[in-house]
């Protein structure tokens, strides 16, 4: 009923910057808050970021100040732009939207990640 696809990420050296996208799709009334994870060889996934449905943004520790995370709520689509990569940015990323179907009953939908590989 509902997908949730990630995009954007690749191969890139420290210092440098890749921008991810994730698309919702499918029988969605709304979509409500965002989130990107991370999960690095060996290690537990981690919340990297979340937008809330009014814009609200969290990010974690490790990467504020370098991530910035945004959305278009028309899109149902949200961003993660990820500046000054270092080499423990190295991870599979994850998008989970929160979102209220058309059937009015809300689901967390993840989708399948997008590979980052950040070289020093």
């Known amino acids: 009923q509902v997908q949730v696809v990630e995009s954007g990420g690749g191969l890139v050296q420290a210092g440098g910057s890749l921008r991810l996208s994730c698309a919702a799709s499918?029988?969605?009334?709304?979509?409500?808050?965002m989130d990107w994870y991370r999960q690095a060889p060996g290690k537990e996934r981690e919340l990297v970021a979340r937008?809330?449905?009014?814009?609200?943004?969290n990010y974690a520790d490790s990467v504020k100040g370098r991530f910035t995370i945004s959305r278009d709520r028309a899109k149902n689509t949200v961003y993660l732009q990820m500046n000054s990569l270092k080499p423990e940015d190295t991870a599979v990323y994850y998008c989970?939207?929160?979102?209220?179907?058309?059937?009015?009953?809300?689901?967390?939908?993840w989708g399948q990640g997008t590979q980052v590989t950040v070289s020093s």
């Open positions: 989970a939207a929160d979102c209220t179907l058309t059937s009015r009953a809300n689901v967390r939908v």
């Open positions: 499918g029988s969605i009334f709304s979509t409500n808050a």
């Open positions: 937008i809330t449905t009014l814009g609200s943004t």
